[in-house]
C-alpha cells in the first residue's frame, strides 16, 4: 500500500512538468505576436497584420486565443480576394 501511495504522489508531481501553458512552449513569442496581429486587425489593418497572424498560427496552440481562429477567417478571406486575379494563388487558397 505504501509503494502504491508513493507511485501515485511521483505521478501527480511528475505530470504538472510536461504540462504547457496557454500559450503553448515558446510562450513569450506566442504572446508578442498575437499582440502584434491583434493590434492591426483593431485597426482594420488586415495586410499589415496578416504575417503576424501566420506566425502566431505556427507559435501558438488553437486554445490560445479564440480571435486566433476567428480572424483567421477574415484574413483568408481578404486574401482570397485580393488574388482572385492570379490563377496559381487563388487555386493555392481556394
Known sequence: MKKAAVILLAFILAVPAFAQGKFGADSAECI???????????????QEATPFWRQAIQLCPPTANQNLLINGTKILRNEINQNRRDPARYKELV
Open 32 to 46: 508578442k505576436y498575437l499582440s502584434y496581429y491583434s493590434e492591426l486587425m483593431k485597426q482594420n489593418n488586415i
